[in-house]
């Protein structure tokens, strides 16, 4: 066992890449199954950062290993709180708001600038490096979502307008912005993060920059105002992705309803990594990482997940209430292969001799792709 406690210390990355070798056959499979690195992480378990106006609580890399490719936050906002003037060197940022409402303003290369209202089920998109500030509008907490695309984001890449100025030396500044020097002695020395202000008045102020132009491309996606892409007798799923919201050309999301009992049947997506989060209910996971390597794992409301690229997995609602899944992709195209049209998609011959059935069998199998079954079994 000593050979197999030092597989499980290594980091995702490297136990990914390394390709472990694996016997074939059953009897092994248990013992390999602990090669696969846990790809849950109970954030909202966690103190986070907690600042005068509200807090975050983050899943990168840094907390759950397996997760390279993307990272996530859960932001809540005091009324009035704001997430101060910043931006991100090496990640774009998607949100999906899950309560109260927020104005976001962004500034673009060219001075190109937008300000936005958002409501519960509405999506924002920042490309990488543009400048950004997110205020609370409402008279209750707001809570959103975040998803970067780089698994290691939030060590690396958040510029903070505060942090920077109160670094800049003073005559520098007072050059550039027609102050007085003195008056930089007012300013805060460090990173605020997420301020205490005022709840901003409903209709947007105007911008003080006159020269301001505004982008050509939203913002903003009003998510769960359209009609779901498909709908099954075990749930239901919305997604966009740069079709439907151009600008968002690195992140898709999808938000995935699953009935008590249902399954969003094994598939794998051939050019993304997956980070999730789990909105409201229970589910389970499975994992297949290749040469017999399998995990599953209980997610509860308020986990985190992360699924890497190419990797097989399903989604089952193992709760007796309906679930909620947030999931996003590091791409701005949506691509995913289901195993049941992928068997369909053979002969019935090819597919009875591959798990040495009868073709009687293995005519009983879909001839579609499910891709959510009920919790009866009976797949539409």
Do not use: C
């Amino acid at each position: 066992m000593s050979e197999l406690t030092r597989r499980q210390a290594m980091t995702a990355a490297t136990a990914i890449a390394s390709g472990l070798a694996a016997s074939s056959g059953h009897a092994a499979a248990a013992e390999k199954a602990d090669e696969l690195p846990t790809f849950r992480y109970p954030m909202e378990e966690q103190k986070g950062k907690v600042s005068e106006g509200g807090s975050a609580k983050e899943a990168t890399v840094k907390q759950l290993p397996i997760s390279t490719g993307l990272a996530g936050v859960s932001m809540r906002l005091k009324p009035g709180g704001m997430r101060e003037l910043h931006w991100h060197a090496n990640a774009a940022e998607w949100a999906f708001v899950l309560k109260g409402r927020v104005r976001t303003t962004v500034i673009g290369p060219d001075s190109l600038a937008e300000t936005n209202d958002f409501d519960p089920g509405d999506v924002w998109y920042f490309p990488r490096g543009h400048g950004h500030a997110v205020q609370n509008l409402s008279h209750e907490e707001a809570h959103f979502i975040l998803v970067f695309d780089n698994g290691a984001f939030s060590e690396h890449g958040t510029f903070s307008i505060t942090d920077w100025v109160g670094l800049t030396p003073g005559p520098v500044l007072a050059k550039v912005l027609g102050l007085p020097q003195a008056a930089f002695a007012k300013f805060p020395t460090d990173e605020l993060y997420i301020v205490q202000g005022r709840i901003p008045p409903e209709n947007p102020e105007p911008n003080h920059q006159k020269l301001v132009r505004t982008a050509p491309q939203t913002h903003r996606f009003p998510l769960m105002a359209q009609q779901p892409h498909a709908r099954f007798a075990g749930g239901e799923e919305r997604r966009v992705s740069a079709k439907e919201f151009p600008i968002s050309k690195t992140i898709t999301g999808v938000i995935l309803d699953l009935k008590p009992g249902a399954v969003r049947e094994p598939h794998w997506h051939p050019h993304a990594n997956e980070w999730l989060y789990l909105v409201s209910g229970k589910i389970r996971m499975g994992l297949f990482g290749s040469h017999g390597r399998y995990r599953s794992e209980d997610f509860n409301t308020g986990d985190a997940g992360y699924i890497p690229q190419g990797f097989g997995h399903y989604i089952e609602n193992v709760g007796d209430t309906p679930a909620r899944i947030l999931v996003t992709f590091d791409k701005g195209e949506y691509e995913e292969i289901s195993l049941s049209a992928w068997l369909a998609a053979n002969p019935v011959a090819l597919v009875a001799d591959n798990f040495k059935i009868s073709d009687a069998l293995a005519g009983k199998m879909p001839d579609h792709r499910v891709f959510v079954a009920p919790g009866d079994g009976a797949a539409k």
